[in-house]
């Protein structure tokens, strides 16, 4: 009786230790990616939670040097995905930084430069 016992016991604590593990491998990120289509910057980002429950306010500005040529927002749970175009010019460099909150929390923000073509 008690093999049998031990036997369906097992195979119950491994599946709940992989479960415990498989909540634990959920993560924040945050995905900035900035691209140029002629003189026209591509800005977006994914902001995620490691709850899906969690809410996200994310905004995404595109500076040239100091001055902001563009910015965008938007908020909800879970993943945010934010995204906008402006006219660029030509052989200069751009710095597209997400700034985000998860929960009212304020996180660092990400950044990610390019030149225009």
Do not use: H
């Amino acid at each position: 009786m008690k093999a049998r016992v031990f036997a369906l016991a097992v195979p119950l604590l491994l599946i709940l230790a992989l479960t415990a593990q498989a909540a634990d491998a959920r993560i924040e990120r945050v995905n900035p990616r900035l691209y140029f289509d002629g003189t026209t910057a591509n800005c977006s980002a994914s902001c995620s939670a490691d709850n899906t429950k969690d809410k996200i306010e994310a905004a995404i500005t595109l500076y040239q040097g100091d001055s902001a040529v563009g910015s965008w927002s938007n908020s909800g749970t879970g993943v945010v995905y934010v995204s906008g175009s402006c006219d660029v010019q030509r052989g200069k460099s751009y710095k597209l930084v997400v700034d985000y909150s998860i929960n009212g929390t304020a996180k660092q923000p990400k950044t990610v430069t390019g030149t225009c073509p």
